[in-house]
């Protein structure tokens, strides 16, 4: 047996899973739920991290509530709706932090719940980097957040206010790291 075909046959295991490391947030057994017969998963918009997070759960129930009523398999439609920095989220989640589909969505919220207001100058001058979000993201939720603002500031302003709060941000953690030391 080679190694791809014994790693396909450790998958269906938990045991397996953690020596792939690949672990599931949410309860194994999930995976083998059935999909009702004639079943057929309606289109969905998918989630990347820039759109409005609780615009996304909204059209998500819209498309699904309907159709099912279950946590597992809403959990696997709405899984498959994550792209991008919202997919590496859901990797990231701790084992067993998904007991339903209420913790999925409260856990989802948590972490992406933007306002979508009208973004006023202090809200810009506020936006920080989040614990372990990376500069690129920062950079592109700065930018979803800036285009909701009137305020008319040129790019150039834009730029320097994104790159100011990066600066704050990173002198902020080598405080504290040093401040623990």
């Not at 809200?123 to 920062?138: D, H, I, M, Y």
Request: glycine fraction near 4%; hydrophobic fraction near 35%; aromatic fraction near 12%.
């Amino acid at each position: 047996m080679n190694q791809l075909e014994q790693r396909l046959e450790a998958l269906p295991n938990r045991k397996g899973l953690q020596e792939e490391g690949v672990v599931r947030p949410y309860p194994t057994e999930w995976d083998l739920f059935p999909y009702p017969p004639k079943f057929k998963a309606p289109t969905l918009q998918v989630f990347d991290g820039k759109e409005p997070s609780n615009q996304h759960i909204y059209y998500f129930k819209s498309q699904t509530r309907n159709v099912v009523d279950n946590d597992a398999i809403l959990a696997r439609l709405f899984i498959g709706t994550l792209k991008g920095l919202a997919f590496e989220w859901f990797m990231k989640l701790p084992e067993d932090s998904i007991k339903n589909w209420g913790d999925l969505e409260k856990l989802f919220l948590t972490r992406f719940f933007e306002d979508d207001s009208e973004v006023t100058m202090p809200t810009l001058l506020t936006t920080k980097q989040r614990k372990g979000e990376s500069v690129k993201a920062f950079m592109e939720r700065f930018w979803n957040i800036a285009l909701r603002s009137s305020s008319g500031m040129t790019q150039a302003t834009l730029v320097e206010i994104c790159r100011h709060n990066l600066q704050t941000s990173l002198l902020t953690q080598i405080g504290v790291a040093e401040s623990h030391t």
